[in-house]
């Protein structure tokens, strides 16, 4: 059955039929209207150049991946604050490891710094009822320092010729290999949010907590379970940006958090929980990309760029408000 016929069965108007369908599919218009902007004004800067879109791609691919997870996190009606200082950390753990005991061991303790990390944050949340605003917001002041701690504020140098290839600095045919894990990412995200048993239980427990709970869903579980995936793909983030750079700093990752949450929440993830879309926050983080990477083309200074990007983030939360009132009306 069709969308449409769906519709027409609700009874509903073809005035509110459209309004409905452009709500849904705003992120995709704007992301057509931002990039025919930039294509027409800067198309003698070589923003059309092949190696330009193709780094725009590799740029945004890392703020993807964690935006998939960030859209079960926003689902769920949680949030995460520590993805920036948990991709940061997972980097400098994975460089240490690679230096002691080689390929294996790196890609172990990066995996595990993300887990432990949405373990604690996930418990703290949903056992001791801390908000997750609080907790992850102090687990990113905690991730950060212990990352300048064990580095000695000192960038971590990656030896391994086979990690860059896979983690980042690599390509698999003509795709660099960023491009390939957020795709893959992307694909799974995008499955196991609308056709699973579990991201329809995550849907539900963001929509209503209440009503989730009294229909037998284990609504700690499943929190617990998304902040774990969320702290888990930031650490992966880190390993791909150490991959990308051959190295482990506490800075990377630094600041992500921002474009992390608005990329999910433009690309039509709601705030408020209840609504998520792998697929819009996937094309959310490609649009900011577009608009950072057409303002440095522009020759706009780094705090312009920032002014911008605040800009965006008060247009997405604009956006998950307007959707959510039209929602309940």
């Known amino acids: 059955m069709t969308e449409t016929t769906a519709g027409t069965q609700r009874g509903e108007s073809p005035l509110a039929y459209l309004k409905r369908t452009w709500r849904q599919n705003i992120i995709y218009i704007g992301f057509v209207v ?159 949010l609308l056709r699973t048993k579990f991201g329809r239980q995550v849907l539900a427990v963001g929509g209503n907590v209440m009503a989730a709970r009294y229909s037998g869903i284990d609504t700690g579980r499943i929190k617990m379970a998304v902040i774990v995936i969320s702290a888990t793909t930031a650490a992966l983030a880190g390993m791909l940006y150490a991959g990308r750079l051959q190295t482990g700093r506490f800075q990377l990752g630094e600041g992500d958090e921002l474009s992390v949450i608005a990329a999910a929440v433009l690309g039509g993830t709601s705030l408020f929980g209840g609504k998520g879309t792998v697929v819009g926050s996937i094309i959310g983080a490609l649009m900011i990309g577009v608009i950072n990477n057409g303002l440095i083309l522009m020759g706009l200074e780094y705090s312009q760029q920032l002014i911008a990007r605040g800009a965006i983030i008060i247009l997405a939360v604009a956006l998950s408000q307007a959707g959510s009132k039209s929602g309940q009306g």
């Not at 993805?83 to 294996?104: D, E, F, H, Q, R």
């Not at 790196?106 to 949903?126: D, E, K, P, Q, R």
Request: glycine share 12%.
């Open 34 to 192: 931002v990039f025919a902007f930039f294509a027409i004004t800067l198309h003698d800067r070589g923003f059309l150049d092949p190696n330009n879109i193709l780094n725009i791609a590799r740029q945004t691919a890392i703020i993807a991946i964690m935006a998939v997870a960030m859209t079960l996190v926003l689902s769920s009606g949680e949030i995460d604050l520590s993805v920036g200082a948990v991709a940061g950390l997972a980097s400098v753990n994975t460089a240490l490891a690679i230096a002691w005991g080689g390929l294996p061991a790196g890609i172990a303790a990066g995996l595990l710094t993300g887990i432990a990390v949405g373990l604690v944050n996930g418990f703290l949340s949903t056992r001791l009822l801390i908000p997750t605003f609080l907790t992850t917001l102090a687990m990113m002041g905690v991730a950060k320092g212990a990352a300048m701690w064990i580095s000695g504020t000192a960038a971590i140098p990656i030896l391994d010729r086979t990690y860059p290839a896979i983690f980042g600095g690599g390509n698999l045919g003509p795709l660099p290999s960023l491009l390939v894990w957020m795709l893959a990412v992307g694909i799974i995200g995008h499955i196991v």
